[in-house]
Every structure is written in C-alpha cells, then in structure tokens.
C-alpha cells in the first residue's frame, strides 16, 4: 500500500477483493456488559455456506438489542477471528461514526439475499 499526496493510504483493486464484505440478518443480539466499552454481542445469519456468525460491536448509543433482531447488516466475514473479554467475535460488523462517534450500522437500503458480497 502507497500514501497519496494528500496523506491518505491508497489501496489497489486486488486489496478489496481479498476483503468479504457479505450481507447478513441479525439473529440474536444481548447485552455485553463484560466488553470494556458498551458493546452488543450479535449472532448474524450469512446463509450457506457461512450460516450464524458472532460479533461483538459498539452499538449501544442507537440501538437496543431486541431493535437490531431481523435487520440485515454488513460485515468483514474473513478476518481471523478476535476475542473480546469472554466472547468471541468472528465477523467485523461494519458501521461508521456519527456527528458524535458513535456507530451507526451499514446497511443496504433494501432486503438482499443473505451472503451476498459488496462489490
């Protein structure tokens, strides 16, 4: 990876694809009070042949977990896995910060098939 003149780390098109970025339905969501920060621990469906992963992510600002139950997400699927305290998150459920720094969720605007990849 090279750096831009404006300072900005410049990837490649073979850099993306190595990333899975794949759509997913929120299965299970729970509290996490064990995290450092205020986390939710998510169980996401992916469908075959990746079926249920977890995920832990700082959601507490926006949303409750029984609000996230159902709503399709995005997420990095082939990071090695991390653990965080007690639990281990397998997928990086992708979000981005609002005007404050929590996170709000990526999502697609409408229901997708689950596992389908970003492109």
């Known amino acids: 990876m090279r750096t831009s003149r404006q ?4 990837a490649t098109i073979e850099d993306f694809d ?8 929120v ?12 986390s939710i621990r998510l169980w996401i469906e992916f469908g075959p042949p990746l079926g249920v992963k977890r995920s832990s992510a700082q959601l507490t600002a926006h949303y409750k ?5 159902g ?5 990095v699927v082939n990071f090695p ?3 965080i ?12 910060p ?11 605007d409408f229901k997708v098939p689950l596992g389908g990849r970003l492109f």
């Open 7 to 10: 300072g900005a780390k410049v």
């Open 18 to 25: 190595r990333l899975e970025i794949r759509v997913g339905k």
């Open 27 to 38: 299965v299970d969501a729970q509290p996490f009070p064990e995290a450092r920060k205020p």
């Open 65 to 69: 977990p029984d609000t996230l139950i």
């Open 71 to 75: 709503r399709q997400v995005l997420a």
């Open 81 to 83: 896995p991390r653990r």
């Open 85 to 96: 305290g007690p639990f281990e998150s397998e997928v990086l459920t992708l979000g981005v």
């Open 98 to 108: 609002d005007e404050d720094g929590a996170v709000v969720l990526v999502r697609p």
